[in-house]
């Protein structure tokens, strides 16, 4: 088995083997290795010794992974990617190779990720941190497979996608799927608040008739605006958002669906 | 200013803002309106049946504060707000999808309040 220090040896080396970018001065990608963490994983793959993995996104982002064997055993922390409650689902709950809903919340989290474009800096604890360019390229598929994660485990919905760009994540969500129960996620006041909008607007089959294809209504309540979105055959969600990302959100409904 | 300057700002200032129009959600006719091209007459009622329609729906959830509504569909954006006071007075638009919408309702928010504190019109 490899000890700490051939790890970090082999991290040197392989620091030292690979080209610079010109992106804070040091990145790792060549040699046929598609992407900085693939190489760090592969290295960590090889070695078979259980360390924390670091990814930073952005200035306030960071996932912490714990990893053995080019696997990734549990989520030690997560910060800035998801709303509080979701992260409570997944850090220190041992992934699981079935669908359950910490798989759901991890897959959400990945796709998340997928659609940063801010660079990527990855720290071991014994490695030195590095970085990725903006556009590394750290597809969905690939970083669920560096992870251990079959993907997709579950087909990503719509409501998936879409709540994945969603900036800053919702804090309560009311998702109406047709083909199967809602889906409630956030502190139980703001759900019951959704709900009774919900219930109160016949949502969504009210709003269906109106629109039954693809829209979103709101309305503001205080600082807060509930808005609900239609979506063609995929069901009728509702959630809470705050200016300023009350356009955010209308934009990426437009670009994800309407474009 | 008058009111029809103070609408020709606002939608100067959001390009993505094809229609902005001042309304009596009562009487459901629009006073006042600056657009991008000469705007239909039913474009103007629609507007007004539409904002009527939001904030119904809003009512109808208990939100009966509720001032400002919006919905998206067929690639636009309908936004209403109306004054809390003065609740029939509102200023409707149909923007593009891409229109600084955080921005427009501050904006607009505070033309709506200048309207009212002139008296409407």
Known sequence: ?259 | MGVEDELGALRAAFPGCSIIAFADLEARIVLVSSSASTARRDTLDGMCSSAVAMFAAAERAGEHAADTVLRSQNGSLEVALRDPVRRDDALCAICAPETDLDGYLLRARAVLDALAQEGGV
């Open chain 1, 1 to 259: 088995m490899t000890g700490p220090d051939d790890l970090l040896r082999k991290l040197g080396a392989l620091s030292e083997a690979t080209a610079r970018f010109g992106v804070n001065g040091r990145v790792i990608s060549e040699n046929g290795l598609p992407s900085p963490v693939q190489a760090v994983l592969t290295e960590i793959g090889e070695t078979v010794l259980a360390q924390d993995l670091t990814f930073h996104f952005g200035e306030s982002g960071s996932l912490t992974l714990v990893v053995s064997g080019h696997r990734v055993l549990a989520l030690r922390d997560v910060q800035g990617l998801l709303m509080p409650s979701v992260a409570a689902q997944l850090v220190g709950k041992p992934l699981s190779p079935t669908p359950d809903p910490v798989q759901r919340a991890f897959l959400s989290l990945l796709m998340q990720i997928d659609l940063l474009t801010d660079p990527v800096e990855v720290a071991s604890e014994t490695g030195a941190p590095f970085a990725a360019p903006p556009g590394a390229g750290l597809g969905v598929e690939r970083l669920a497979a560096l992870v251990g994660v079959t993907y997709p485990v579950v087909p990503p919905s719509q409501f998936d996608r879409f709540r994945a760009v969603l900036q800053p994540a919702p804090s309560s969500w009311l998702e109406v799927p047709t083909d199967k129960d809602p889906i409630r996620t956030g502190p139980a006041p703001e759900v019951a608040r959704l709900e009774s909008v919900a219930e109160a607007l016949e949502f969504p089959s009210d709003w269906a008739k109106v629109s039954p294809k693809l829209s979103i209504i709101g309305h503001q309540s205080g600082r807060a605006f509930f808005i609900g979105a239609v979506i063609e055959k995929s069901g009728a969600l509702l959630w809470t958002i705050e200016p300023p990302h009350l356009g955010a959100a209308c934009r990426a409904f437009h670009k994800m669906f309407l474009a």
